[in-house]
């Protein structure tokens, strides 16, 4: 069974300039979630996907917005990017709403902005 | 908004020697999970606990979730250098978002 992928797995852009990372979820399961974690600290969470619907989002301005499509895979874009928008952009998936699954991440695309 | 907290930040052991990292939250915990990340990694879904003074065991991790579903630890006997890595912890929000701890970075010396 092929696990989570994303890609690029590395992208170095320029301040302003505008990104997006694509994530396919393993085969069955629905909801897609990002997370951004930046160098050496924790997961903050990002964006919830299932069935199409953007289902929740965390605390991150409107300039991060992402979709999911009919065959479940995301993507995330980040629009107007900033210094600090440079993380390690993880995508992950589950069978089902997040309830009684555990997450299945993807290795992540690794993002800097100069 | 929920928090999640985890202690100590870093660990550094002695192979060999035992290892406990703790996770506390702000409100009542539906389930915990708990995460590994390995050094460059993502990160790996160890196990999820959901009663109420669950206690599970996977070879030499052993897991707990406090009775009041509000703190949860993890216990590893006899470190051995493929231990090292970052563990979280996570647990469910009311909106259904998977909060993850600030995680405990684990390094063993050989």
């Known amino acids: 069974e092929a696990g989570v992928t994303q890609s690029p797995t590395h992208l170095i852009k320029t301040r302003g300039q505008q990104v997006t990372l694509r994530c396919s979820p393993i085969?069955?399961?629905?909801?897609v979630y990002w997370y951004q974690q930046a160098l050496g600290l924790g997961l903050q969470f990002l964006l919830w996907?299932?069935?199409?619907?953007?289902?929740n989002r965390g605390n991150f301005p409107p300039r991060f917005s992402g979709r999911q499509f009919p065959n479940y895979s995301s993507e995330l874009n980040v629009n107007a990017l900033e210094l600090e928008d440079s993380a390690l952009y993880l995508c992950?998936?589950?069978?089902?709403?997040?309830?009684?699954?555990?997450?299945?991440f993807g290795s992540g695309t690794r993002l800097t902005v100069v | 908004g929920q928090q999640v907290m985890q202690i100590p930040q870093y660990q550094h052991v002695q192979e060999g020697e035992d290892f406990t990292t703790y996770c506390n939250s702000s409100?009542?915990?539906?389930?915990i999970q708990w995460y590994k990340q390995r050094p460059g990694g993502h990160p790996v879904f160890l196990i999820q606990?959901?009663?109420?003074?669950e206690v599970k065991k996977q070879k030499r991790l052993t897991f707990q979730f406090g009775e009041a579903k509000k703190n949860s630890s993890l216990h590893i006997t006899a470190t051995q250098t493929t231990d090292v890595g970052t563990y979280f912890c996570?647990?469910?929000?009311?909106?259904?978002?998977?909060?993850f701890g600030s995680g405990t970075r684990l390094l063993v010396r050989p």
């Open positions: 992950a998936s589950s069978r089902g709403r997040p309830l009684g699954y555990g997450y299945t």
């Open positions: 085969s069955g399961h629905t909801s």
């Open positions: 996907y299932d069935e199409g619907e953007e289902r």
């Open positions: 409100t009542t915990l539906s389930n």
């Open positions: 606990l959901v009663k109420s003074g």
């Open positions: 996570a647990g469910l929000d009311s909106s259904y978002k998977l909060i």
